[in-house]
T-cell receptor, first 114, second 115 residues
Framework: GAGVSQSPRYKVAKRGQDVALRCDPI?????LFWYQQALGQGPEFLTY????????KSGLPSDRFFAERPEGSVSTLKIQRTQQEDSAVYLC????????????FGQGTRLTVV | DAKTTQPNSMESNEEEPVHLPCNHS???????IHWYRQLPSQGPEYVIH???SNVNNRMASLAIAEDRKSSTLILHRATLRDAAVYYC????????????????FGQGTILTVHP
């Protein structure tokens, strides 16, 4: 399909395990965002890429969270030494540009840390 | 980021119009008003956005108050598929700003549609 694709859809990790979440944005989209959504809450901003440049990582909750987009297309969000409070849905969104264009969201990856 | 205030929940009957209010009294002159909705187990979906004038598209209408301190999302004929959480978001439109168009979601309004 032509939408934003995220994988895996579901991930169960043991506490302390490292995880990697993948996002395939819409082809040609310059902007890519990662959001974290806790149960019953609205999504919260984590980080932003413009092509391969990570211009804003102010929302990353700790240095255990790391994101990359090395070729300006696919992005990976990595969480090291997962903890129970990392359990959430991780959403990726892309847009053609940053200035007031529609953001397209993937279905998210539901991470459960046990 | 400028803050928005929405009712926690609203209910509607199928095929009736729905008016979802949003207050944003601290909106700046360059902020656009965006609405997204999130169906169960889905990512958010863009609905509509506007700056000053009322806007219409195939999904909904957006009515913006003259002073821009409030807006209303209008679903003209609610269907069961419209049951979702609706988010009203202010998105900075100033060039050179550091927001990069990121969306600051609040709690949103849970819309229940009764058959």
């Amino acid at each position: 399909g032509a939408g934003v694709s995220q994988s895996p859809r579901y991930k169960v990790a043991k506490r302390g395990q490292d995880v990697a979440l993948r996002c395939d944005p819409i082809s040609g989209h310059v902007s890519l965002f990662w959001y974290q959504q806790a149960l019953g809450q609205g999504p919260e901003f984590l980080t932003y890429f413009q092509n391969e440049a990570q211009l804003d990582k102010s929302g990353l909750p700790s240095d255990r969270f790391f994101a990359e987009r090395p070729e300006g297309s696919v992005s990976t969000l990595k969480i090291q030494r997962t903890q129970q409070e990392d359990s959430a849905v991780y959403l990726c969104a892309s847009s053609l540009g940053w200035q007031n264009t529609e953001a397209f969201f993937g279905q998210g990856t539901r991470l459960t840390v046990v | 980021d400028a803050k928005t205030t929405q009712p926690n929940s609203m209910e509607s009957n199928e095929e009736e119009p729905v008016h979802l209010p949003c207050n944003h009294s601290t909106i700046s002159g360059t902020d656009y008003i965006h609405w997204y909705r999130q169906l169960p187990s889905q990512g958010p979906e863009y609905v509509i956005h506007g700056l000053t004038s009322n806007v219409n598209n195939r999904m909904a209408s957006l009515a913006i108050a003259e002073d821009r301190k409030s807006s209303t999302l209008i679903l003209h004929r609610a269907t069961l598929r419209d049951a979702a959480v609706y988010y009203c978001i202010l998105r900075a439109g100033n060039a050179g700003g550091t927001s990069y168009g990121k969306l600051t979601f609040g709690q949103g309004t849970i819309l229940t549609v009764h058959p």
